[in-house]
Nanobody, 115 residues
């Protein structure tokens, strides 16, 4: 499974970005998909997750600001990020779990929120 993430960049506090992650396989072969982030000196953490039936989960600190969604036809996972804060600065990764419980990360995309 190959994952190609894009959409990161530099944005001011309060701004928005939309991250995209395109998979090399059909979403119907995947179990759960999510976005993760890793700030300098910190462990990678899950930010949002979406299951095969569309159930979502969010890290408390991003609830009501971030929205995860999926486009099955285009094999693309999205993360809409609004009201960005400096503490959202990190490298963001998409990650997927296959039906055989294998897990894959895509390459990261840098998100920098400046005050």
């Amino acid at each position: 499974v190959q994952l190609q993430a894009s959409g990161g960049g530099l944005v001011q506090t309060g701004g928005s970005l939309r991250l995209s992650c395109t998979a090399s396989v059909s979403f119907f072969t995947l179990n759960e998909m999510g976005w993760y982030r890793q700030a300098p000196g910190q462990q990678r953490e899950m930010v949002a997750q979406i299951t095969g039936n569309g159930d979502t989960w969010y890290l408390d600190s991003v609830k009501d600001r971030f929205t995860i969604s999926r486009d099955n036809a285009n094999k693309t996972l999205y993360l809409q990020m609004n009201s960005l804060k400096s503490e959202d600065t990190a490298v963001y990764y998409c990650g997927v779990e296959t039906m055989t419980a294998a897990f894959y990360y895509g390459q990261g995309t840098q998100v920098t929120v400046s005050s």
